[in-house]
C-alpha cells in the first residue's frame, strides 16, 4: 500500500463513518440528510481512490478511476446543496443548484464514456495517472466555480448570522476550505507537474472539523450522547486508522527480510490489543476536559441558588441573587429579570446588572405580546423567534430569555446578554437555565 493509498483508505473510513453517524441520528432533517450524501460523494471518491493506488494493472486502475471520478462530480452539487440549507436559501436559490446538478450529470456520462481523459499512464511513481482531455479542462473551471460560489454563499450567511449559527457556519467553512485543498492538490499531477497529492490526507481533517461542530455547535441538530458515541467512534477510528499505518510500515518494512506478510498482521493486532484500553481512557480523559469541564461548575451553582432561593425574601432581593448568580456563572455582558405584577396586571423590572434593560418598556410589550409563547418552553433563544420580535431583543442586546413559571403560568422572565467571550450559549448553560425555570416560579410565588 502506498501513502496515497493510506490517504484513500483513510478518508473513506472517517467520511463513511461520519455520514452514518448522522443520518443515524437525525435521519428526518433535510440538512443531515444532504450532509449524509455530501460524505457519502466524499466516500466513494476515497474508496475508488484507495483502490485505484492498490491497483498493478491497467484496466484495473482505468476501472477505479472512473469510480473516483464519479465520487468527484457528486461532491461539488452536494456541498452546494448543503451550503444552501444551512445558509436557508434554498428555495431563494434551487433553480441555481438545479442547473448545478444537471451540469453534473453531464460530466458524469463523459466519465462514463472515457471522454474525460484519453488514457492513463505511470507517473512520478505515483502509480497510473489520466492525460486531461479538452471536457476535463472545462471541467475544472466548473469544479472551481462550484467551490467559490458555495464559499460565497456560506461567507454572505456568515456576516449576517449570530450566536450559534455563526459559529457552525464558521467551522463548516473552515472544513470544506480544508477539504476542497486537500483534494485540489491530486489536480496537479494530472497535468504532469511532480508535487506528490500528499495534501489529500486533509480531506480527514475536514472530517474531524465537522464532527467537532456536531458535538460542540449542534450542526446537525443532533443530541449527541457524547460519552458514549463520540468516545466510541473516535476510539473505532483511531484503532482503524492505526492498524492501516502499522500494517503498511510493518509490510514496507518486512518485504526486505522475507518474513511472511501475516506476521505482520499478527504483531500490529497485538500492539492495538495492548493499546486499546488506554486509547479509551484517553479519549474519555480528553472528551471531559473538551465538553464536560463546564457541567460540575453548573451543577454546583444549580444546587447553591436552590438552597439560597429556599429561603422567603423580598422579591427585590430574590432577584438580585438570581441575576448576579446567573451571570456570573454563565459569564454575561448583563442581565435582569421582570415580574408579573397581579395588581397592575403587567410585568415591570425588578433587577439589572450593568443597568440591563431597565425600564425599558418596548422589551415590556414584547414580553406581553409573547406570554402564550412561553407556557411549554424553559427558556427561549432569541435568534429562535420571528423576525418582528428579534430587533427589538438584539437593540436591547437580549439573547435569551428564561420564563419562572409557576402551575404553568409565567409569573416572571430572566432576560439574558450575550456572554462574555462573545461564544453562543452552550448546552450545559441550557441545562442551567431549564433547572432554574421551574425554582425560580416557585421562588417568586412564595415571596408574593
Not at 503498511?248 to 500492539?271: D, P, R, V
Request: glycine fraction near 6%; charged fraction near 15%.
Amino acid at each position: 500500500m502506498t501513502f496515497l493509498g493510506f490517504t484513500g483508505l483513510i478518508n473513506f473510513i472517517f467520511s463513511i463513518c461520519l455520514a452514518l453517524f448522522v443520518i443515524f441520528n437525525n435521519p428526518k432533517s433535510s440538512q443531515t440528510r444532504s450532509y449524509f450524501w455530501l460524505n457519502f460523494a466524499v466516500a466513494l471518491y476515497s474508496f475508488g481512490y484507495f483502490m485505484w493506488q492498490m491497483a498493478s494493472q491497467l484496466s484495473v486502475a482505468d476501472f477505479w478511476f472512473k469510480i473516483l471520478f464519479i465520487g468527484i462530480v457528486l461532491i461539488n452539487p452536494a456541498y452546494l446543496h448543503f451550503a444552501l440549507i444551512i445558509t436557508n436559501r434554498l428555495n431563494k436559490q434551487y433553480k441555481i443548484l438545479i442547473g448545478a446538478y444537471l451540469i453534473n450529470v453531464f460530466f458524469l456520462l463523459l466519465n462514463l464514456n472515457s471522454l474525460i481523459y484519453t488514457n492513463l499512464e505511470p507517473r512520478f511513481g505515483l502509480g497510473f495517472w489520466p492525460n486531461p482531455s479538452y471536457w476535463f479542462n472545462v471541467y475544472l473551471l466548473f469544479w472551481f466555480f462550484q467551490c467559490i460560489y458555495g464559499l460565497f454563499i456560506l461567507m454572505s450567511e456568515y456576516n449576517l448570522s449570530k450566536g450559534l449559527k455563526k459559529l457552525q457556519i464558521k467551522y463548516f467553512i473552515l472544513a470544506a476550505s480544508i477539504g476542497f485543498i486537500g483534494g485540489a492538490a491530486n489536480w496537479l499531477v494530472w497535468y504532469k507537474i511532480p508535487l506528490p497529492p500528499y495534501l489529500n490526507i486533509l480531506i480527514s481533517i475536514y472530517v474531524m472539523i465537522t464532527a467537532y461542530a456536531i458535538v460542540a455547535y449542534r450542526l446537525m441538530d443532533i443530541e449527541v450522547v457524547i460519552r458514549k458515541s463520540f468516545v466510541y467512534s473516535v476510539l473505532a477510528l483511531s484503532v482503524m486508522a492505526v492498524y492501516a499505518f502499522m500494517l503498511l510500515t510493518l509490510q514496507i518494512f518486512f518485504q526486505n527480510t522475507g518474513i511472511n506478510q501475516w506476521f505482520a498482521a499478527l504483531l500490529t493486532a497485538l500492539a492495538i490489543t495492548s493499546g486499546f484500553k488506554p486509547l479509551e481512557n484517553l479519549l474519555i480523559d480528553l472528551t471531559d476536559k473538551l465538553f464536560f469541564k463546564k457541567k460540575y461548575a453548573y451543577r454546583t451553582a444549580i444546587v447553591k441558588i436552590g438552597e439560597k432561593i429556599g429561603n422567603i425574601m423580598p422579591i427585590d432581593e430574590l432577584m438580585d441573587l438570581v441575576v448576579a448568580e446567573i451571570t456570573e456563572t454563565i459569564r454575561l455582558e448583563g442581565a435582569s429579570g421582570v415580574v408579573y405584577d397581579d395588581a397592575k396586571k403587567m410585568f415591570s423590572f425588578v433587577h439589572g446588572i450593568n443597568a440591563y434593560c431597565e425600564n425599558n418598556d418596548s422589551i415590556i410589550s414584547i414580553i406581553e405580546e409573547l406570554f402564550g409563547a412561553f407556557t411549554n418552553r424553559d427558556y427561549v433563544f432569541v435568534d429562535d423567534l420571528s423576525q418582528e420580535y428579534k430587533q427589538g431583543f438584539y437593540a436591547a442586546k437580549i439573547s435569551c430569555l428564561v420564563p419562572c413559571r409557576f402551575q404553568k403560568k409565567t409569573i416572571g422572565v430572566l432576560l439574558l446578554g450575550p456572554k462574555l467571550s462573545q461564544d453562543p450559549y452552550s448546552e450545559e448553560d441550557v441545562e442551567i437555565l431549564s433547572a432554574l425555570s421551574y425554582q425560580l416560579g416557585t421562588a417568586i410565588m412564595n415571596c408574593k
